[in-house]
């Protein structure tokens, strides 16, 4: 994680704490971590299960990766160190959601492991849902609705994770989505079961 360079800082404490705002919400509040090649599906999964959610009254924000990087972090490429500054920032904007009460769903390749475990190590435990969209290279490749795996073949794209860079599968995440073979609705709902199942919603 980044080093701290602001000097003569504070942390100030808040008299609403994140129980309060969870109350007011009436749910409680989590990250639920999307992480998977480019193409497997990770966004689509999650602006379904993000509709759900809204669907059912729970509070629940979409932190996209092409999204993010037109803003936030529109500053970083995709080095390893950019991409480590990329999702050390997305982990604690995380954080601020669910000390907001809110559900955030991040939809992001997020390649390396220690990337991602930094992130977890922000929660508290229970709060840090990781998600791994498993799709093949095959798979994500056919799809390619951008037409990035056919650049990064052609040498046009470099550091292009599963083509040039790689790709660190989490070991042992929360839930394992097939997006080989099933649906993106029935993969949703994946997702909300195990939401209920974990009692993080009702």
């Known amino acids: ?3 701290q360079k ?4 504070t942390w100030h404490d808040h008299k609403v704490s994140r129980e309060d705002r969870q109350k007011l919400m009436g749910h409680k509040s989590a990250v639920i971590w999307f992480t998977g090649l480019s193409a497997c599906g990770k966004s689509t999964i999650a602006n379904a299960v993000d509709y759900k959610l809204n669907q059912m009254g729970i509070h629940s924000y ?4 092409d999204n ?3 803003g936030l972090n529109k500053n970083l490429g995709f080095s390893a160190d950019d991409r480590a500054e990329n999702i050390r ?3 604690e904007v995380s954080k601020l959601f ?3 009460g809110v559900f955030v769903l991040t939809a992001f390749i997020s390649p390396y492991r220690a990337d991602r475990d930094a992130c977890r190590a922000l929660m508290k435990e229970g709060e840090f849902v990781e998600v791994l969209v498993d799709a093949s290279i095959e798979t994500c490749e056919k799809r390619d609705p951008k037409g ?3 650049k990064a073949r052609a040498g046009e794209i470099k550091n292009f994770t599963g083509i040039s860079d790689p790709y660190e599968a ?3 995440p929360e839930l394992v989505l097939d997006s080989n073979t099933k649906g993106i609705d029935e993969l949703a709902n994946e997702v909300v079961a195990y939401l209920k199942a974990k009692s993080l919603i009702s």
Request: aromatic share 4%; hydrophobic share 40%.
């Open 148 to 150: 990035l795996y056919k």
């Open 89 to 91: 920032r997305i982990g």
């Open 170 to 172: 989490p070991e042992k």
């Open 6 to 9: 602001a000097t003569n800082v």
């Open 68 to 70: 993010i990087r037109m």
């Open 1 to 3: 994680m980044a080093d």
């Open 98 to 100: 669910t000390e907001a």
């Open 62 to 65: 979409i932190l996209d990766g």
